[in-house]
């Protein structure tokens, strides 16, 4: 089935370094590919999102990249500061159909 | 503008109870989606309305079921409820590809 794995679950960085966060998607057809960053007791927020016809977009700090070929997708955040420390999912979907999450990537950016 | 809104914020029920929670989308957003969120897990699809129909649905029991209103607000309804259905639920609205969550309802089934 449709399926979206997410590596790493875990991402410690020293402040003002950079992180990445990779994913992979299963369903071929899948076209559209938001990431969402969610901090503690709060619902998901949609930081970048890329569209299959485009392979990076970048907006600040932070640029996505996405490979078709290869179905895979990653988020990179440049100059990390404290408050970049979240839960971060990347998703997919086709078109305005279901996002299928992947299982999420804790980032602490420590001082 | 609000912003996705969503009621209640917590809600406790006992097993085999029913329970409706509320989503009000975002302005000019006509379709809503519902997702569940267990701890330490990702977003995982419920249902998505549009044009006051369900247009999609993910693997879900029927206990799920959920409704549209004129004004695209959305409620989520649950039967019988199971332990296992605490989790905090999550309502998205769109317009287009962006969907837009809430800050959800964490519901605790006792």
């Known amino acids: 089935g449709e399926n979206v794995e997410q590596h790493p679950s875990t991402l410690s960085v020293q402040e003002g370094d950079s992180a990445v966060i990779k994913c992979t998607y299963s369903d071929s057809a899948s076209n559209y590919f938001p990431w969402y960053k969610q901090e503690l007791g709060k619902g998901p927020q949609l930081i970048i999102d890329?569209?299959?016809?485009?392979g990076e977009k970048k907006d600040q700090r932070i640029a996505v990249t996405l490979n078709k070929t290869a179905k895979h997708f990653s988020l990179h955040i440049t100059e990390t500061q404290p408050e970049d420390s979240a839960v971060y999912f990347c998703?997919?979907?086709?078109?305005?159909?279901?996002?299928?999450f992947g299982t999420g990537t804790r980032l602490q950016v420590f001082p | 503008d609000a912003g996705v809104t969503q009621s209640p914020t917590h809600l406790i029920k006992t097993r085999g109870q029913q329970v409706t929670l509320r989503c009000s989308p975002k302005s000019g957003h006509d379709t809503v989606s519902w997702y569940q969120q267990a701890l330490g897990q990702g977003p995982q699809f419920i249902f998505q309305?549009?044009?006051?129909?369900?247009?999609q649905r993910g693997n879900f029991p029927d206990r799920f079921s959920g409704h549209q209103f004129p004004n695209y607000s959305s409620e989520l309804n649950v039967n019988a409820l199971l332990l296992g259905d605490s989790a905090l639920y999550l309502c998205a609205s769109s317009w287009g590809h962006e969907q837009y969550f809430g800050p959800g309802t964490r519901l605790t089934v006792t």
């Open positions: 890329i569209r299959s016809n485009v």
């Open positions: 309305y549009y044009e006051e129909e369900e247009r």
């Open positions: 998703a997919a979907s086709y078109n305005t159909d279901k996002l299928i």
